[in-house]
């Protein structure tokens, strides 16, 4: 499976955009890119997914570079209650092993107030 | 609200003993799930199952069984076989596999 490269943490200041980067080199043009995050002592959270395009809802954005070796997720103003663990997965469509989501250790995200 | 619904939330197991955590989801989901996660690592897949009566085997399902007797029901048994077994717990449904899990609010499991 391809793989995803996130930094450990980062911190972002109350009411300020937050971008979360993740870098994919070896991703396959049947792979499309999913973000979860997880607030501490509960289970991951949907939060957005694309494959090649630009994405947008309710919670945040998702930039796809051109290439589509690396992507970034958006939160357009940070909230304290956006304070988790960010996880970038790939998910083949192509075969047997989409049904199962690879969780690496994620971003774990900071909100300063 | 629909959701799934975890039981319980904390769960103590002696040595030896098989122990089951429930996971129910009235999301009329065909696809449901259980992932371990360890502390300050990410999840990984025990068991899935696309549809009724019918599973298969995660990353790390020596130790564990399921069932799937019934759309909504997905339970797992930690049996004695699993040497580390203490854990945090998620179970997870999705409409079918391509699509976006949602999960529960895991059970944490400990031993005695």
């Known amino acids: 499976d391809a793989k995803t490269t996130q930094p450990n943490s980062m911190e972002s200041n109350e009411e300020e955009p937050v971008h979360l980067p993740c870098n994919h080199s070896t991703i396959s043009g049947t792979d499309y890119i999913h973000w979860y995050r997880q607030l501490p002592s509960q289970g991951p959270e949907y939060v957005i997914h694309g494959l090649t395009s630009n994405v947008n809802n309710r919670m945040a954005s998702l930039a796809i570079a051109e290439d589509r070796k690396s992507s970034t997720l958006i939160l357009h103003r940070a909230t304290l209650r956006d304070a988790a663990v960010y996880y970038c997965i790939l998910r083949d469509f192509s075969g047997a092993g989409s049904y199962q989501l690879t969780f690496g250790k994620g971003t774990k995200l900071s909100v300063i107030p | 609200d629909g959701g799934i619904t975890q039981s319980p939330k904390y769960l103590f197991r002696k040595e030896g003993q098989n122990v089951t955590l429930s996971c129910e989801q009235n999301l009329n989901h065909d696809a449901m799930y259980w992932y371990r996660q360890d502390p300050g690592q990410g999840l990984r897949l025990i068991y899935y199952?696309?549809?009724?009566?019918?599973?298969q085997k995660g990353d790390i399902a020596e130790g564990y069984s399921v069932s799937r007797e019934k759309k909504e029901s997905f339970p797992l048994t930690v049996t004695s076989a699993q040497k580390n077994p203490t854990a945090f717990y998620l179970c997870?449904?999705?409409?079918?596999?391509?699509?976006?899990?949602?999960f529960g609010d895991g059970t944490r499991l400990s031993i005695l």
């Open positions: 997870a449904s999705s409409i079918e596999g391509h699509q976006p899990q949602h």
């Open positions: 199952s696309q549809i009724v009566n019918d599973f």
